[in-house]
């Protein structure tokens, strides 16, 4: 039984899901202004365990992870610039050419971590209708009010008949405190009140028009517009980044309740920050690094290169709701693990089978239930993981015969070893692929020379012919000449 910790309860739950056999997922993506980073392969990461799992355990998931590429403005409170527009202002190309191109650089960073692509990849700018009318229902509800053909959510309001601030466990009070440092309320009544709608400045490129203004609609009405529309009135769980508890989710349940009347989302699940040596990562502290920079090792902070897997390992290493810290060495380390592991799996394909062995499919059953319950237990990955190093010990000791396995337990092994490694943690063996980039690379150089040969027969240039054949059979090459031309294989 799979139990989450929810944020909401703030304990472990069993998981239930609201119809039998399906899940509803709701993971909010990025907003596509900048290259992916480590804070948007962690949640990935996350969250594509929790969808392999829940597949793996023979769910149907609808996966929805948004784009956010409107309305996301650079001071997650309702000011400053929109974060797209501004970068495309800078660079002199139009906003969506910004989203595009981040988006497809985001979508190519996650394959090479291999996150499986959600099941809907909606856009925000694609679902401005659906915002509008969720800002209506607000609106009609009364927990919303029009200003200057802005459209802000009633906070104070809102918070006599419910608890604005559950989900971050802050009462209204605490959020008051803690935004009064900011000057003046403007079009807002009150400071903590969040924008729906905001009306465009002159200059703004991105906008639609609404009932209230000429604009474009709050960051946090995306999320619940297109998680209804995708999802329902009510779904299973909805995750992030822990950063994103308030507000941004904090809104979502208070628009969802305000709009429909009572909360949408089941569970919460919310991944732990990543740090870099032991620091926030930042721009202004020069400790950003991106994916690329680390699958490439272009980065002051880096030693070397690191791959999509290391990545992925590292991460899955340490569990979701712990806070992850990057550093060069360990790094080095996740990279040393999962080579680890996967010469173990390699030397799985040379072990001996003895029928009187010490070893049976019990073995295989044990490890097999371990890493399941870890699964189970709030997606335990480091516990996952440890088990299956507990396992590459007795592979050693299998290779250099100082233990047996009978055929079956064999059997079971290599399987409870790939399902694990392969389906669940989602690793791929990176040098097994180069190995496959290799041979396609030399059996197309072959494939080129038999051309070379032939193009010499026909023009009855046997010297040249001979050479290639006599050439290719010396490097262990047998090649045959048939009605359609040669083949050739590599003689054993
Ligand atoms: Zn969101």
Request: proline share 3%; with cysteine.
């Given at each position: 039984m799979l139990t989450i910790y929810n944020t909401l309860t703030r304990r472990k739950e069993e998981f239930h899901p609201l119809v039998e056999g399906h899940v509803g997922m709701y993971v909010c993506g990025p907003t596509v202004y900048g290259d992916a980073h480590l804070g948007h392969a962690r949640p990935a990461v996350t969250?594509?365990?929790?969808?392999?799992?829940?597949?793996?355990?023979?769910?149907?998931?609808?996966?929805?992870?948004?784009?956010?590429?409107?309305?996301?403005?650079?001071?997650?409170?309702?000011?400053?610039?929109?974060?797209?527009?501004?970068?495309?202002?800078?660079?002199?190309?139009?906003?969506?050419?910004?989203?595009?191109?981040?988006?497809?650089?985001?979508?190519?960073?996650?394959?090479?971590?291999?996150?499986?692509?959600?099941?809907?990849?909606?856009?925000?700018?694609?679902?401005?209708?659906?915002?509008?009318?969720l800002v209506q229902e607000i609106l009609d509800a009364g927990f919303a009010y029009e200003s200057n053909g802005s459209v802000y959510f009633d906070v104070e309001k809102y918070n006599h008949s419910h608890h604005y601030g559950k989900l971050s466990g802050r009462n209204l009070e605490d959020v008051i405190n803690a935004s009064r440092h900011l000057d003046g309320v403007g079009e807002k009544r009150n400071q903590v009140d969040f924008a729906l709608w905001k009306k465009a400045q002159p200059e703004h490129i991105m906008r639609w028009p609404s009932p209230w203004s000429d604009g474009f609609p709050g960051w946090h009405c995306e999320c619940t517009a297109m998680g209804r529309k995708y999802l329902g009135q009510h779904f299973d769980i909805h995750g992030g980044g822990m950063d994103l508890i308030f507000p941004h989710h904090e809104c979502e349940i208070a628009q969802a309740v305000a709009s429909q009347g009572d909360e949408a989302v089941h569970y919460w699940m919310h991944n732990n920050m990543v740090t870099i040596g032991g620091q926030k990562m930042g721009k202004s502290l020069g400790n950003f690094i991106t994916l690329n920079q680390f699958f490439s090792g272009e980065h002051p902070l880096l030693t070397s290169a690191y791959s999509p897997m290391t990545i992925r390992f590292f991460i899955l290493q340490a569990h979701y709701r712990s806070t992850l810290d990057f550093s060069d060495d360990a790094l080095a380390a996740a990279k040393k693990g999962l080579d680890r592991l996967f010469e173990a799996l390699a030397r799985l394909d040379n072990i001996n089978v003895a029928p009187e062995a010490s070893l049976t499919e019990e073995f295989a059953n044990q490890l097999e239930a371990?890493?399941?319950?870890?699964?189970?237990?709030?997606?335990?990955?480091p516990q996952v993981v440890s088990l299956l190093f507990e396992a590459c010990h007795t592979i050693s000791a299998l290779a250099d015969h100082?233990?047996?396995?009978?055929?079956?337990?064999?059997?079971?092994?290599?399987?409870?070893?790939?399902?694990?490694?392969?389906?669940?943690?989602?690793?791929?063996?990176?040098?097994?692929?180069?190995?496959?980039?290799?041979?396609?690379?030399?059996?197309?150089?072959?494939?080129m020379l038999l051309e070379l040969r032939a193009k010499a027969k026909s023009a009855k240039d046997w010297i040249t012919s001979d050479q290639i054949r006599d050439g290719l059979s010396a490097l262990g090459f047998e090649v045959k000449d048939t009605k359609d031309g040669a083949t050739w294989r590599l003689a054993k």
């Open positions: 969250f594509d365990i929790l969808f392999r799992y829940l597949r793996h355990t023979g769910y149907k998931v609808r996966y929805v992870r948004n784009i956010t590429d409107v309305g996301h403005l650079e001071h997650d409170a309702d000011e400053g610039e929109d974060k797209i527009a501004k970068k495309a202002r800078l660079e002199e190309v139009e906003p969506m050419e910004v989203a595009g191109y981040y988006a497809n650089r985001f979508h190519e960073a996650m394959q090479k971590l291999g996150c499986l692509p959600p099941s809907i990849e909606p856009l925000a700018s694609g679902h401005i209708i659906e915002q509008i009318r371990k890493c399941y319950a870890a699964l189970d237990d709030d997606l335990s990955t100082k233990t047996t396995i009978n055929q079956k337990g064999l059997e079971r092994l290599r399987s409870v070893m790939h399902t694990f490694t392969f389906d669940l943690l989602g690793l791929q063996n990176e040098a097994a692929s180069g190995n496959a980039e290799r041979e396609q690379a030399y059996s197309g150089a072959v494939d």
